[in-house]
């Protein structure tokens, strides 16, 4: 009996896996990816880490709105995915209002200190020094997670922030049990979480050994960081003890954000981007975020092509797909930054007009070499670890936010006291302008370093609208690879008519002009893979790319289904 119950257990998750129908989804849980249906009047999250969402799901039930869910998921992501979640980063969210049918974006995005200069992270010979803008203080740029989360909630949610951080307090607090993924993520970046005496105080044991899978992680200092906030609000942190801890460390460290750089920090209301796909509304995220602007571009050059008739990741659409990809990273290169220091041709960028100048220089049955790619004549009209969250609560408001350390644990250094770990942002900037960068790619002046500039970011949240109602709440972490995971997920779903975690799960291409390699993930057919060789692509099969968070609501049934991604830790909740 035992072994007949093993079996049915293994085809069961195997159906899971595959997810071939939406009715195969409605009763599946994927490991790391549980997918849940929704039905009228009820919520669904959709986070990078499970207790997280089951925190996000907890504060609906109760009768909280999609913000007061975002806003605590992210809280208790910043003491349970500490590669990843934070109040040391920064991020952007886009807030759709089921009332007034208006999407909002908040960008409480990191910014370089005041005291920053264009050659910080040069030599005299103009050579960059990766150590000292990544692995530094010198690389930390000013947090805005803490102040867009309590503005978000302020603004739009009902619950107050002491109410969305008590969850996080608790895990900080009492502690968690370190789960399979996390463990394997500690152990990969050991060294780094050795290396500065606070963060080995949090995630190495007192006998020596680094903590591991099963055992239970306290933060005391992270819980009286967050406790701080509970009771002062922002300016616990940006202007209380909090900031003389970091003013404190930098200061010994060689660190540039001073007490002025944090009492100015503001997060901003940006007006989000807006484009059009094959009669749905696709919008996302504005500058400094690159994200938006290029999802956009590249679905436009893909409108004048039936990649529904060509098939899901044939050698046709893959090869289409990436010359749209490569023509897109090339504008990105010249034309994206910080829209309050450079003027960002957005209008132009996302035109159909300029789609379709770009469309004509496609060959369909040969690859473009990105050395005779150059960024186009956009008409002027004006790193890795991140982690994404979507939720839609019982009224339809709707959430999609991302945010982000930029490389795994930060810079890898907690703030000591305070118990959480910094940013190393300032790598985002383009530090030798003019320069071609270690990837083969020439540094353009709308990102370089300038002091209190936002740097760029490819985080794109993006809400995809039909007839007026939210149909698809996406995002991903993943670096520049968050531009084709949004996109080829967009794909997925409105031209080859796949549920959301088929979407989701499907095999992923990536582009990025240069290096001119075509990185393909594993699952595209050999056939396929010949196929575009033989068009001249130089294929690279890779890493998994992106952790897709996404929730999709079926206009006529208004079912909604949420799908976490497989490759990465995550879950997916409704009720």
């Not at 849980?29 to 249906?37: D, I, Q, R, S, Y």
């Not at 999250?45 to 799901?57: D, K, S």
């Not at 509970?230 to 460290?253: H, R, S």
């Not at 007026?468 to 995002?475: A, D, Q, R, W």
Request: glycine share 10%; aromatic share 6%; hydrophobic share 40%.
């Amino acid at each position: 009996m035992k072994r007949k119950a093993l079996k049915l257990v293994a085809l069961y998750t195997a159906l899971c896996a595959v997810a071939l129908t939406a009715q195969v989804q409605t009763a599946c849980g994927v490991e790391n990816a549980l997918v849940f249906p929704s039905q009228g009047k009820s919520g669904m999250v959709v986070a990078g880490q499970e207790a997280a969402a089951r925190a996000g799901l907890e504060v609906l039930k109760g009768g909280g709105n999609a913000v007061d869910g975002a806003v605590t998921m992210a809280f208790v992501m910043a003491v349970t995915l500490p590669r990843a979640g934070n109040i040391g980063g920064g991020g952007f969210m886009l807030i759709h209002s089921a009332k007034t049918k208006e999407v909002v974006a908040i960008d409480y995005w990191q910014k370089a200190p005041g005291r920053a200069s264009r050659n910080m992270f040069t030599d005299r010979d103009g050579n960059a020094d990766l150590k000292l803008r990544r692995q530094s203080h010198l690389a930390t740029a000013v947090p805005g997670t803490v102040a867009g989360l309590a503005m978000a909630l302020q603004k739009f949610g009902t619950i107050s922030l002491a109410q969305a951080l008590a969850p996080a307090i608790r895990y900080a607090e009492e502690g968690f049990v370190i789960n399979e993924k996390l463990a394997t993520n500690m152990k990969a970046y050991e060294t780094l979480l050795r290396a500065w005496p606070a963060t080995a105080k949090i995630f190495v044991k007192p006998d020596g050994k680094l903590y591991g899978a099963g055992d239970i992680l306290v933060q005391k200092d992270l819980a009286g960081t967050l406790k701080a906030i509970a009771k002062d609000g922002p300016d616990a942190f940006y202007k209380g003890a909090t900031a003389d801890l970091i003013v404190k460390q930098m200061q010994a460290n060689g660190g540039l954000i001073t007490r002025e750089d944090l009492a100015a920090y503001e997060p901003l209301f940006r007006t989000p981007v807006r484009g059009s796909y094959r009669g749905y509304d696709v919008i996302s995220m504005s500058p400094p975020s690159a994200g938006g602007v290029h999802i956009i571009e590249i679905l436009n050059i893909l409108e004048g092509f039936d990649l529904s008739r060509s098939g899901q990741n044939s050698a046709a659409t893959i090869h289409l797909t990436a010359e749209a990809m490569k023509r897109a990273f090339a504008d990105l290169s010249e034309y994206l930054g910080d829209p309050d220091f450079v003027k960002v041709p957005v209008k132009g960028l996302t035109s159909k007009s300029y789609a379709a100048d770009l469309r004509t220089k496609i060959n369909p049955l040969k690859t473009t070499s990105g050395k005779d790619i150059r960024p186009g004549d956009a008409p002027r009209y004006e790193r890795d670890e991140t982690t994404h969250f979507s939720i839609v609560d019982k009224e339809g408001n709707a959430v999609s936010s991302t945010y982000t350390l930029n490389g795994n644990f930060g810079n890898g250094m907690v703030v000591e006291g305070a118990g959480f770990l910094l940013n190393n942002e300032m790598d985002n900037f383009n530090v030798r302008p003019g320069r071609i960068d270690e990837g083969g790619i020439r540094e353009g002046e709308a990102n370089a370093i300038t002091p209190n500039k936002r740097m760029l970011s490819a985080m794109s949240p993006t809400i995809v609208m039909k007839d007026g109602k939210v149909f698809l709440v996406t995002g991903s972490p993943g670096s520049s690879r968050i531009i084709s995971t949004n996109l080829q997920v967009i794909m997925n779903v409105i031209d080859h008519g796949m549920n959301i975690q088929e979407g989701v799960n499907a095999p992923r291409i990536h582009n990025e002009w240069l290096p001119d390699e075509l990185q393909i993930e594993k699952g595209i057919s050999p056939d396929t893979i010949k196929l575009l060789s033989n068009m001249g692509h130089t294929v690279v099969v890779g890493a998994a790319m992106g952790a897709s968070s996404s929730i999709l609501i079926d206009g006529k049934s208004s079912m909604r289904y949420g799908a976490a991604d497989p490759r990465r830790e995550g879950s997916a909740l409704g009720y």
